[in-house]
């Protein structure tokens, strides 16, 4: 099925381990996203990207890295986590302005506890 | 800066009673305006949008909303509620060209049967 496929969907890390969350859309969108979302706080932008090759800061970028090598894959890394990065993520994608931008499509998301 | 705002953050229903949650955005340029459903443990999934034209828009499910330019808002509305609606809503806006979304905080909505 076509759509925005996020894994894992459940992770316990402790602190101070690294990890990837892993973000594939198959309808060669342009646009991504990964947002946080925390009770009370609705959902943050962590990073973006307009295309492969080119990504950019959200909100709160502290503490992740991305990359997008493929129009595909939006990959998003935890460098060293903490506590403060318990959260639910969701990667998100949409087409440009060019090809009919019309909101995004969010993943499942993916659940992750810092211990 | 862009916010958003959606001063309900809690909301209970009985079956058939009428809805209206509000969102207010704050943002001098063109905007792009999307309400989001996220059901108990999943992703979210799009109600409705509003890009331009009829500021009046119909979405799924029975959903509608208004934008109203000169009050910076972009409420939700249902006539009758059912059950199913139990959920949490998030209003998003995207300042055209930027295709950022910045988010409320979200209303629960709880449906009593």
């Known amino acids: 099925n076509a759509g925005v496929t996020q894994t894992p969907k459940f992770q316990v890390l402790k602190t101070g381990q690294s990890m990837t969350l892993q973000c594939a859309q198959d309808?060669?969108?342009?646009?991504m996203s990964w947002y946080r979302q925390d009770p009370g706080m609705g959902l943050r932008l962590i990073h973006y990207?307009?295309?492969?090759?080119?990504?950019d800061q959200g909100e709160v970028p502290n503490g992740y890295n991305v990359s997008r090598s493929t129009t595909e894959d939006f990959p998003l890394r935890l460098l060293s986590a903490a506590p403060s990065q318990t959260s639910v993520y969701f990667c998100?994608?949409?087409?440009?302005?060019?090809?009919?931008?019309?909101?995004?499509?969010f993943g499942s998301g993916t659940r992750l506890t810092v211990v | 800066a862009q916010s958003v705002s959606q001063h309900n953050h809690h909301v209970i229903l009985s079956e058939a009673a009428s809805l209206e949650l509000g969102c207010n955005y704050s943002?001098?340029?063109?905007?792009?305006l999307f309400w989001y459903v996220q059901y108990p443990g999943q992703h979210l999934q799009l109600l409705l949008k509003?890009?331009?034209?009829?500021?009046l828009v119909k979405g799924i499910k029975g959903f509608e909303a208004e934008f109203i330019k000169s009050k910076f808002s972009f409420n939700l509305r249902k006539p009758s509620v059912q059950w199913s609606d139990t959920a949490e809503y998030f209003c998003?806006?995207?300042?055209?060209?930027?295709?950022?979304?910045?988010f409320g905080t979200g209303t629960r909505l709880k449906v009593l049967a």
């Open positions: 990207s307009v295309g492969a090759g080119i990504t």
């Open positions: 943002y001098g340029g063109t905007v792009n």
């Open positions: 998100a994608s949409s087409y440009s302005a060019a090809r009919g931008y019309n909101g995004y499509t």
């Open positions: 998003a806006v995207n300042a055209q060209g930027t295709y950022k979304y910045i």
């Open positions: 509003y890009f331009s034209g009829d500021p």
């Open positions: 309808m060669n969108h342009e646009y």
